[in-house]
């Protein structure tokens, strides 16, 4: 078991910055990859970034790319996401996730699957304001 508790999101106008972290408690951290996922009202649940624990290979959707960072400090087994640059449009519930990538199924490709995933957050809002 995996336990994934997040925070740092907020309401923030356009144009700004917010720093999300998503703490890890549970079974060893670097079997996992981990992702952030997020989902506005009447959207489907849409993949924004992942990192490997293990050598700390790095995907981004298209959409994020060049905007947010994903990072991770193993000492504090904590994930973050930096997003910078922030428009109306990345308004969402924001999760954090983590896929075993010792289960046989893990593929780098995986890691933008969300049904791919073991362990979810809780779930933090972010809000920007135009």
């Known amino acids: 078991q995996v336990q994934l508790v997040e925070s740092g999101g907020g309401l923030v106008q356009a144009g700004g910055s917010l720093r999300l972290s998503c703490a890890a408690s549970?079974?060893?951290?670097?079997?996992?990859?981990m992702g952030w996922f997020r989902q506005a009202p009447g959207k489907e649940r849409e993949f924004v970034a992942a990192?490997?624990?293990?050598?700390?290979?790095?995907d981004y959707a298209a959409s994020v790319k060049g905007r947010f960072t994903i990072s991770r400090d193993n000492a504090r087994s904590t994930v973050y996401l930096q997003m910078n640059s922030l428009k109306p449009e990345d308004t969402a519930v924001y999760y954090c996730?983590?896929?075993?990538?010792?289960?046989?199924?893990?593929?780098?490709?995986?890691?933008?699957?969300?049904?791919?995933?073991?362990?979810w957050g809780q779930g933090t809002q972010v809000t920007v304001s135009s």
């Open positions: 996730a983590a896929e075993d990538i010792t289960s046989g199924r893990y593929t780098i490709a995986t890691m933008k699957v969300w049904d791919e995933y073991d362990y």
């Open positions: 549970g079974r060893s951290t670097s079997n996992y990859a």
């Open positions: 990192i490997r624990w293990i050598g700390g290979y790095t």
